[in-house]
């Protein structure tokens, strides 16, 4: 089992050698353009290019499904689909969903030891998905370093 390790910096530049994953929640509607994505789209345009076409394909794009868009040689950016719509719902509740976030993660993991990588984000879900990172933290931990999967959380 791996801490996850904080450290302040950009989640768009990796600091870790061998394969990397740079993982964020992206909503079930196609959205792109607020939030950390712009600084991903700032780096590389490949995320969003094949994010949108996902969405136009309708092929499996539901939640707690995740894209791997491969940006460099030995790093990924992880379209996690983890948020329902973008804004709060009729009840109130944030767009964030917790057991889809879950799902995607499980995939992250499966994706990050096949392929020796360590998994990079910022603290995802908490900004416009509305999350709380207390929710988020005990289910990377339960997906990621449990399963021996080395997190950087990035605190910019």
């Known amino acids: 089992?791996?801490?996850?390790?904080y450290t302040k910096g950009d989640a768009t530049s990796p600091q870790a050698s061998g394969n990397k994953i740079i993982v964020h929640v992206c909503n079930d509607i196609g959205g792109w353009g607020k939030g950390f994505v712009m600084a991903i789209s700032k780096r590389w345009k490949e995320p969003e290019k094949?994010?949108?076409?996902?969405?136009?394909?309708k092929e499996d794009f539901e939640l707690g499904k995740v894209q791997f868009v491969q940006v460099e040689e030995d790093l990924w950016v992880a379209n996690?689909?983890?948020?329902?719509?973008?804004?709060?719902?009729?009840?109130?509740?944030?767009?964030?969903r917790y057991n889809a976030f879950e799902e995607g993660l499980k995939a992250v993991s499966d994706f990050a030891k096949k392929n020796n990588a360590?998994?990079?984000m910022p603290r995802i879900g908490c900004?416009?998905?509305?999350?709380?990172?207390?929710?988020i933290e005990p289910i990377i931990i339960q997906k990621l370093s449990d399963n021996?999967?080395?997190?950087?959380?990035?605190?910019?």
């Open 148 to 156: 021996d999967v080395e997190v950087v959380v990035y605190d910019f």
């Open 127 to 135: 900004g416009l998905a509305g999350g709380k990172w207390e929710m």
């Open 80 to 96: 996690l689909i983890g948020q329902h719509k973008i804004n709060k719902d009729e009840n109130g509740s944030a767009p964030i």
């Open 1 to 5: 089992m791996k801490d996850i390790q």
């Open 50 to 57: 094949q994010y949108r076409e996902w969405f136009k394909s």
């Open 118 to 120: 360590s998994v990079h």
